[in-house]
């Protein structure tokens, strides 16, 4: 696998780290092909419980790498083939059963935003910056920004950052909606680091926890557009039903039985 993007695997939590921090972790072919084959792997482990999804350097991830497109790629459908890799890494991620948190310090941006939304729980730094800026350079918006942003934010609220070139402050984007968690540190790289430690203490929580109903949870709630509400209700009742034959599900329904009667 390409060191554009590092991969490891420890009790139960996966870690994947864009590595390209020279270039702001902005994606290139490399990256690209490099996303989707780890998306792959981290997603299809039995042993994976949970997802981390941090980057290397000062920022998160600035989408497209635009300088080297222009350089190396001739043709707006090669652009558009590149496109459709790392949307193969983005729902292989959204549409698991695995819980992934981003740990998001420093800028997102353009494509960024949307690989930041294909995780289900973001913790960003108080520094970070996030948004749109695709029509800065005359483009659209891609790798899932479209779809997401406004099922995160609202359609009002996606409208106005991608039809301005705002970027939201860590605040603004907690107060709507697009990131859960702001942590703050003494200097850009303390808070880089403490952005880093609670994004796997998330992933921990998970796994010490019933991570494969968590799992499930998200994966009903992302899948939810797929279904009219009366097939959302029954793959609620079948969910919960196969849930409830499982030996964790057991084992902690009587702990909390036990622990009721006591009180």
């Given at each position: 696998m390409?060191?554009a993007?590092l991969l490891?695997?420890?009790e139960?939590m996966?870690?994947?780290?864009?590595?390209r921090p020279?270039?702001?972790?902005?994606?290139?072919?490399?990256l690209?092909?490099?996303?989707?084959?780890?998306t792959a792997?981290?997603?299809?482990?039995?042993?994976v419980?949970?997802?981390?999804?941090?980057?290397?350097?000062p920022?998160f991830?600035a989408?497209?790498?635009?300088i080297?497109?222009a350089?190396?790629?001739?043709?707006g459908?090669?652009?558009?083939?590149?496109?459709e890799v790392?949307?193969a890494?983005?729902?292989s991620?959204?549409?698991s059963a695995?819980?992934?948190v981003a740990?998001?310090?420093?800028t997102?941006a353009?494509?960024?935003?949307g690989?930041?939304?294909?995780?289900?729980?973001?913790?960003?730094?108080?520094?970070?910056?996030?948004g749109?800026?695709?029509?800065?350079?005359?483009l659209?918006?891609d790798?899932?920004?479209?779809?997401?942003?406004?099922r995160a934010?609202?359609?009002?609220?996606a409208l106005?950052l991608?039809l301005?070139d705002?970027?939201?402050?860590?605040?603004?984007?907690?107060?709507?909606g697009?990131?859960a968690?702001?942590v703050e540190g003494?200097?850009a790289?303390?808070?880089?680091?403490l952005?880093?430690?609670?994004?796997?203490?998330i992933?921990?929580?998970?796994?010490a926890?019933?991570?494969?109903?968590?799992?499930k949870a998200?994966?009903?709630?992302?899948?939810?557009p797929?279904?009219?509400f009366?097939?959302?209700?029954?793959?609620?009742a079948?969910s919960?039903?196969?849930?409830?034959?499982?030996p964790d599900?057991?084992?902690?329904?009587a702990?909390?039985?036990?622990q009721?009667?006591?009180?």
């Amino acid at each position: 696998m390409s060191d554009a993007i590092l991969l490891s695997v420890t009790e139960g939590m996966a870690r994947l780290t864009l590595n390209r921090p020279t270039r702001l972790n902005a994606f290139n072919a490399d990256l690209a092909h490099a996303w989707r084959d780890a998306t792959a792997e981290a997603t299809s482990r039995s042993d994976v419980k949970a997802i981390l999804l941090d980057a290397a350097g000062p920022a998160f991830c600035a989408g497209g790498d635009v300088i080297d497109m222009a350089a190396r790629t001739g043709s707006g459908a090669e652009i558009t083939a590149l496109a459709e890799v790392i949307n193969a890494g983005i729902r292989s991620l959204a549409e698991s059963a695995i819980p992934v948190v981003a740990a998001a310090y420093g800028t997102t941006a353009g494509g960024g935003l949307g690989i930041m939304l294909c995780s289900d729980y973001a913790v960003v730094g108080s520094r970070s910056r996030l948004g749109s800026l695709y029509a800065n350079i005359g483009l659209t918006p891609d790798l899932s920004v479209s779809a997401q942003l406004a099922r995160a934010v609202g359609e009002r609220r996606a409208l106005q950052l991608v039809l301005q070139d705002r970027l939201l402050t860590a605040q603004e984007a907690l107060d709507w909606g697009l990131v859960a968690e702001v942590v703050e540190g003494t200097d850009a790289v303390s808070e880089a680091d403490l952005v880093r430690a609670r994004g796997e203490e998330i992933a921990r929580f998970w796994l010490a926890g019933a991570a494969d109903a968590y799992g499930k949870a998200k994966q009903l709630v992302r899948s939810q557009p797929q279904r009219t509400f009366a097939e959302q209700l029954s793959e609620e009742a079948r969910s919960i039903g196969a849930f409830m034959e499982t030996p964790d599900a057991q084992a902690r329904i009587a702990a909390f039985a036990a622990q009721s009667r006591k009180s």
